[in-house]
């Protein structure tokens, strides 16, 4: 029977990728263990992991002993040499953090990555990347109304009446779409912009207003996604956008590109015509920021105007996160133990399979360490 080890995160990540749910719906088909606290940040005890049928171990180094299958959200794999033959299964995000590569390559080991996980209706149970932008999008308006000095809904009260807040978002993806919803559930008035023209009814279907900016490139064979645009289009943007900035009370920007730099979308200038406290959550920060001005994790002011670069929202609401992250690991082991014998047929396993007995295998993680290095 297969040994399935879960590894404890970093304190500030908090999440944890199976919860005790997790533990019982794979228990007939591996032996579980799990580090010690491993889900207590994310409010499962170890008790519940014990109850659930796993055995909870003292250390990192005893669980890398006695699993074959190591799970992880953001863990690093530095290279103790007891792991050599183990497969690793996390969101490594090799196609942003390139530099990780190194250290599961030296030491021929297996690594899945999930954050490469095809688009395809079969892979919607087991889409990380969705179930974090959900969580992002949710958490960056709450962040945004947290930080905002003006209250998100229309207000009366004997005192006057309070006029509902203006949002923007940037980005109509998954985050932006629950950004939306989130901030229309608040009070809030909101427009959106994302480059594929497609997002226009889902962001009208959540009552927000979409602002059309025309000449956009599309590429069908993306896969749904958008695709870089010339900097010419992105000035026109910009212009269009600089307009709207100055009357948003809140900015949530969500674009990205996957595996490129986000496109820059708000400029200082734009920063600095915004209204004094005003906030931008910029949720792209850690590919380099939709916002010029964003820096990752930090909290920068300019003129009066609040900017948030949050690397890893999700975190902050570790148990919700880690509720879905465990459906998505689940479902993932499921289909590896059924289909691993023929992992290159299978369209799932081989999107996501990077590494493979210390080689790297993957055309897309290739190609970019090909063109980084
Ligand atoms: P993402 O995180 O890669 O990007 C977020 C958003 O930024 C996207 O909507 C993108 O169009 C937008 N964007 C990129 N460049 C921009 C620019 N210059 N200006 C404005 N916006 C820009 O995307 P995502 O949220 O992961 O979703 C991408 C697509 O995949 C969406 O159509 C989504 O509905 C779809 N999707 C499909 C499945 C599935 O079928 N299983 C699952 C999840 C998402």
Known sequence: MERIGV?????????VVLSPAGVVRLAGKAELFVQRDAGRAAGFTN??????????????????????????????????????????????????????????????????????????????????????????????????AERSLATVPMITSAGGTLR??????????????????????????????????????????????????????????AGGYAVEQPEVFLERVRERIHQEAKLADVIITTARIPGKMAPLLITEEMVMDMKPGAVIVDLAAASGGNCAVTQPDRTVMRNEVTILGPTSIECSCAHSTSFLLSNNYSTFIEHYLAHRERATEDEILRSTLVIQNGELVNERVRALATTTH
């Not at 590894?7 to 999440?15: F, N, Q, S, T």
């Open 47 to 144: 008790e519940a992991y014990e109850q659930a049928g796993a055995q909870v171990l003292d250390h990192e180094a005893d669980v890398m002993t006695n699993a074959n299958i190591l799970l992880s959200y953001d863990h690093h794999y530095t290279g103790d040499p007891l792991a050599a033959d183990r497969t690793f299964i996390g969101f490594f995000n090799f196609l942003g953090a390139p530099k990780r590569l190194p250290d599961y390559l030296n030491n021929g080991v297996t690594a899945y990555s999930l954050d490469l996980m095809p688009r395809t209706t079969l892979a919607q149970a087991m889409d990380v990347l969705s179930s974090v932008a959900s969580i992002s999008g949710y958490q960056a308006v709450l962040l945004a």
């Open 164 to 221: 509902p807040a203006n949002f923007l978002i940037m980005g109509a993806g998954v985050a932006g779409l629950q950004a939306i919803a989130t901030a229309r559930r608040l009070g809030a008035v909101v427009k959106a912009y994302d480059v594929r023209s497609a997002s226009k009814e889902e962001v009208e279907s959540l009552g927000a207003e979409f602002i059309e900016v025309e000449g956009a490139v599309n590429d069908h064979s």
């Open 7 to 15: 590894l404890k995160e970093r304190a500030d990540r908090r999440v």
